[in-house]
């Protein structure tokens, strides 16, 4: 067995993870990733759950394995020039972020949007290696993507980046090694580039993307599966609670992927979503979203969410995506993008009598934001469990393509609830455990990582 003996900080001296070890420890990461506030965000959402286990644990401690969580395992970055439909050359940046793979091959997805930065990237990666593990797959995590804004452009010039992407992106990726998917701006048709890409330059014919079409090596449920495995969840959050979803009032945030299948699945189960949204602003419709409109804009005319009310009389839109918080409602699924429920939202959501949040994006909420549902008894469920449903499905097809074989709609979904269910039980367990009972963040942070650490602490210092 090694030996595994700090070098330096106060695990060195054989100090505890102590409020003040915890500060120097910050400070440490801040330092060390300059700018990259969202990482850091991130970083201390876990690091109040590893002072629990810590205390417990203190092997893992000694073993330092949180700090060596936070240093990504590999992080790549490079060019991705391309040419745009007038001959002009265009550059972007891309990145993969390969963070743990303990517990199997790197896998989480690409996010091109403009914002994009390595701190975006690092974030997401990170949050990843603990929602894969809670997924009960055999999956590691990372995360990738670009500052290139697919919004606008033709369907020529997003292939051409997906390409000139690719030929960077090839040779770090492989179906054992790291499988990225979608995210924020990546959906069919650019995986559908990605991979035909890969494949060439490859000669091989692999699962290495997930979320591929039907027709070549995709999986049923994987489109609808963040948003279906996020309401199967708060299924169990509100069935803890005497509720379930008939009669609902629900906002949910964003039109994309998330949301869209989000809503669909609320529809199905009784619930009644009154309001969406995009970066432009929000609908509402007292009579309840109409799914098929918001599909037909957002899927196949890749329109804006403001032209809903050329088609629904009695919706309203408004201008600026903040304002949808204020729309009164039983259950929030925020489900488009990080730090989109401040204080002052959150706040919001209370006085109007919202009674659950479950988190189809990842890191909606702030610090203050989560500090405020939980201090006025809103049942809150985080993005690294309540959004796992996405994952776990990729990892579904990885099993399929390794198989050469696919499952049929009804078994995929079946499955999907199976684990969704299960990771909401690590969760309540892990919180009972730590004496958190209830407390959804603590148990989904609790039980991602020692997953992972136990994994580390058996494979020694790698
Ligand atoms: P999509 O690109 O399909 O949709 C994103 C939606 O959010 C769009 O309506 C978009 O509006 C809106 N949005 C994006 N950025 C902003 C912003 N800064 N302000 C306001 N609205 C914004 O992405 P997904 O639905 O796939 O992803 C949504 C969230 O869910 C992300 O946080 C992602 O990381 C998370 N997630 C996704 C998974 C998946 O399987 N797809 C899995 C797990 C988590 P607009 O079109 O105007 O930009």
Redesign the pocket.
């Known amino acids: 067995m090694i030996e595994e003996v700090a070098s330096s900080g106060p695990a060195a001296a054989g100090e505890a993870f102590t409020d003040r070890y915890r500060d120097e420890f910050m400070a440490q990461v801040k330092a060390k990733n300059p700018g990259e506030v969202e990482f850091h965000q991130a970083v201390a959402e876990v690091a109040e759950s590893v002072q629990l286990i810590y205390q417990k644990r203190p092997e893992l401690a000694k073993a330092r394995i949180f700090e060596r969580m936070v240093e990504p395992e590999r992080q790549i970055m490079f060019r991705v020039p391309w040419v745009d439909d007038q001959g002009r050359v265009q550059i972007n940046r891309g990145f993969r972020v390969e963070f743990s793979s303990a517990i199997g091959p790197y896998k989480g ?1 690409l ?1 091109f ?1 403009p ?1 994009v930065y390595l701190g975006i990237i690092k974030f ?1 990666g990170f949050e990843q290696v603990f929602k894969n593990a809670l997924t009960t797959t055999p999956i590691g995590g990372g995360k990738g993507g670009s500052d290139f804004d697919p ?1 606008g452009k033709s369907d020529n010039e997003v292939m051409r980046f997906c390409h000139s992407f690719m030929n960077e992106l090839f040779r770090h990726i492989g179906p054992d090694t790291d499988v990225p ?7 069919g048709r650019e995986i559908g580039f990605l991979f035909g890409q890969y494949k060439k330059l490859t000669n091989t014919f692999t699962g290495v993307l997930t ?1 591929k079409g039907l027709g070549w090596g995709g999986s049923l449920v994987r489109t609808e ?2 948003g279906y495995g996020l309401v199967y969840f708060v299924s169990q959050m509100l069935q803890d609670m005497g509720m379930d979803w008939k009669g609902r009032k629900v906002v949910v ?7 869209i299948y989000a809503t669909q699945k609320v529809h199905e189960l009784g619930g009644k979503v009154v309001a969406m ?4 602003g929000y609908i509402v419709d007292e009579a309840g979203i109409d799914l098929d409109t918001v599909r037909r804009i ?1 899927e196949v005319e890749r329109g ?2 403001r032209e809903y009310v050329d088609a629904r009389r009695g919706a309203q839109f408004i201008e600026g ?1 903040e304002g949808i918080w204020t729309v009164p409602c039983d259950i929030a699924l925020p ?4 730090n ?1 429920i401040d204080g002052k939202a959150a706040r919001t959501l209370v006085t109007n009598g919202c009674k659950a949040v479950g988190e ?5 909420s702030t610090p203050e934001a989560i500090d405020i549902f939980q201090d006025s008894g809103v049942a809150f469920g985080p ?1 690294k469990a309540a ?2 449903g ?2 776990a499905t990729s990892a579904l097809e990885m099993m399929q393509n390794s198989m050469r074989l696919s499952w049929h709609f009804d078994e995929v979904d079946r499955r999907l609830r199976v684990i969704m269910n299960d990771i909401y039980k690590q969760c309540t367990d892990a919180a009972e455990a730590f004496g958190k009972s209830g407390n959804l963040v603590a148990g989904a942070n609790i039980a991602g990582f020692t997953k992972v650490a136990d994994a580390m602490l058996a494979q020694g210092v790698v």
Request: charged share 15%; glycine share 22%.
């Open positions: 997805g996010r949007h914002s997401l919004k998917a979608g995210d924020i701006g990546v959906g979320g599966a963040t945030s964003g039109s994309g992927n998330v949301a949204s995009d970066s432009g957002k804006r969410i995506w489900s488009a993008t990080q989109e189809g994006a990842n890191m909606p993005a959004n796992a996405g994952v």
